[in-house]
């Protein structure tokens, strides 16, 4: 029994970028491709020829990830908007570097609310308990 043919096409390309006898172990370099969305279509071929086709969407991101704080996507927006914009990329694997590997990010509304109640409290404790004592 022949073994298997494997025919592998990205996007919507017509030429295969592949064209093997299976079993086989295959890598996919993304270096080469643009950053987006992509199509993996694998076509096999049994020795009757039989067709079996998977087509496997993916995302290349080997660019520098940007992110952006101030404004969500498809918001309406007026007026003048901050944002804080960052892009970073993984950089040599070889080394590590601290500065600009995290994106910063402002306090939440949430946290500010939680650190006001609690000073808060504190005043009202301070205040109800606090006995002077005339000596």
């Given at each position: 029994m022949d073994a298997s043919e494997i025919i592998i096409f990205l996007d919507d390309e017509k030429a295969?970028?592949?064209?093997?006898?299976?079993?086989?172990?295959?890598?996919?370099?993304?270096?080469?491709?643009?950053?987006?969305?992509?199509?993996?279509?694998?076509?096999?071929?049994?020795?009757?020829?039989?067709?079996?086709?998977?087509?496997?969407?993916?995302?290349?991101?080997?660019?520098?990830?940007?992110?952006?704080?101030?404004?969500?996507?498809?918001?309406?927006?007026n007026g003048v908007l901050p944002l804080m914009i960052n892009a970073y990329s993984k950089g040599d694997t070889e080394k590590f570097y601290i500065a600009g590997s995290e994106t910063p990010k402002s306090i939440p509304t949430w946290v500010w609310i939680l650190i006001i109640l609690f000073i808060g409290w504190g005043i009202y404790y301070l205040i109800s308990y606090y006995n002077i004592n005339p000596a």
């Open positions: 295969p970028i592949a064209h093997l006898k299976a079993p086989v172990h295959f890598e996919l370099d993304t270096n080469k491709l643009v950053d987006g969305q992509h199509t993996l279509r694998v076509v096999s071929k049994d020795s009757t020829g039989k067709e079996g086709i998977r087509v496997i969407p993916f995302e290349v991101r080997n660019g520098p990830a940007i992110s952006v704080e101030g404004i969500k996507e498809n918001a309406i927006v």
